[in-house]
């Protein structure tokens, strides 16, 4: 993993509440754009409302365009300079240093990443992502993921359990007008 990070190590009970109290978006929906510095993924950003805390939260949903990868963020920019909590569907396996033995250190995706009291990132499973059948369809469907990430950190949809829908922007290719019969006007031949 990375180097310790002070920020965390010097204010780890402002981490966990960051983390594990309740949060909310005000949306319903969320539309992923394509990234600006890479075409091959598309991003999002929005404010989240913390409960007890008043410091600028941001989530940020993240989806390769071709393969089921996705990645799910939460960023306090004014408490340290990287996501503080994120969900990983796919890529490599991490090795926590923290763990006793070398078996256990592996950590396969998905996984959520955040940091020990020391300061140190690691990677864990939750009690659903242990679940091979569970952990595939999550990994598999961003909706599944987005609603499983909620509900590890804590975050209503509008003060309520939900989750919000997830939506590509892909422009139209025809405007279309449900009140106009597109066969108006045809004579056909019999």
Request: charged share 30%; glycine share 4%.
């Amino acid at each position: 993993m990375s180097k310790i990070n002070l920020e965390v190590r010097d204010n780890y009970e402002f981490l966990q509440e960051l983390s594990y109290e309740e949060k909310n978006l005000n949306t319903n929906t969320i539309v992923l754009e394509p990234k600006r510095n890479n075409r091959d993924w598309l991003k999002q950003s929005s404010n989240i409302d913390h409960s007890t805390i008043e410091e600028n939260i941001t989530l940020i949903v993240e989806k390769k365009i071709s393969f089921f990868k996705y990645g799910i963020k939460l960023h306090c920019p004014n408490f340290t300079s990287q996501p503080y909590f994120r969900f990983d569907s796919d890529g490599p396996a991490h090795r926590n240093k923290s763990e006793p033995s070398l078996p256990e250190q592996k950590i396969t995706t998905p996984h959520f990443n955040t940091f020990d009291e020391k300061g140190n990132e690691f990677a864990y499973k939750s009690e659903t992502l242990k679940r091979d059948e569970d952990a595939q369809a999550i990994a598999e469907d961003l909706n599944f993921g987005i609603s499983h990430f909620f509900k590890e950190t804590n975050i209503k949809t509008n003060g309520k359990e939900e989750f919000p829908e997830i939506k590509i922007d892909e422009p139209e290719l025809f405007e279309i007008e449900l009140d106009t019969d597109p066969l108006n006007g045809i004579d056909f031949l019999d």
